[in-house]
């Protein structure tokens, strides 16, 4: 099988179907990845463990930090306890979710993270109308400003300059 087709059918593996962890599977949560296709994860209980990809996984699906897994445990394990079965996404946690499936520590830390990381948006002083002007003038001030871009400031003299050569 090509490169190309096993990618394809894992993902749609991942996205496609929703899965339900059977008894011995659990829900756990991403917190890094050491490397060498391993990944730290915290259980709902707060126990914190180390879960191997499968290779069928290994640069197809991509894991990030705070993403959510099904895992199946692994007996011989001292360091590495358990092997990835499924990557949830988030309509996989919302189906768990409706279900009541979703571990209640997972519930109550999403919430607080979300609560916590969600920008508050300044509010912007409001204009005064002039009478008679425009309120489209050449003053980009109350414009955001990307902080991640270089700010070029350009001076009337070196615009004059431009316009008459």
């Not at 640069?59 to 011989?76: M, Q, S, T, Y």
């Not at 002007?133 to 004059?160: A, I, K």
């Amino acid at each position: 099988m090509s490169q190309a087709t096993k990618r394809k059918h894992v993902v749609k593996e991942v996205l496609g179907e929703h899965m339900v962890p059977s008894d011995h599977q659990q829900i756990v949560k991403v917190l890094r990845t050491p490397g060498n296709n391993l990944h730290e994860v915290e259980t709902a209980q707060g126990q914190r463990f180390l879960v191997s990809m499968p290779s069928k996984y290994r640069k197809n699906i991509w894991i990030k930090r705070g993403d959510f897994l099904i895992v199946d445990p692994i007996e011989e394990g001292e360091k590495v306890k358990a092997e990835i079965s499924f990557v949830l996404c988030k309509d996989h946690v919302r189906s768990l979710q409706k279900d009541g499936l979703w571990p209640e520590a997972f519930e109550v830390a999403e919430k607080h993270n979300n609560n916590r990381n969600r920008p508050t948006q300044p509010e912007l002083p409001a204009e005064p109308q002039s009478s008679g002007e425009e309120s489209s003038s050449e003053d980009d001030s109350d414009l955001f400003v990307n902080t991640n871009r270089r700010q070029y400031h350009e001076s009337e003299e070196e615009s004059e300059e431009e316009e008459t050569a």
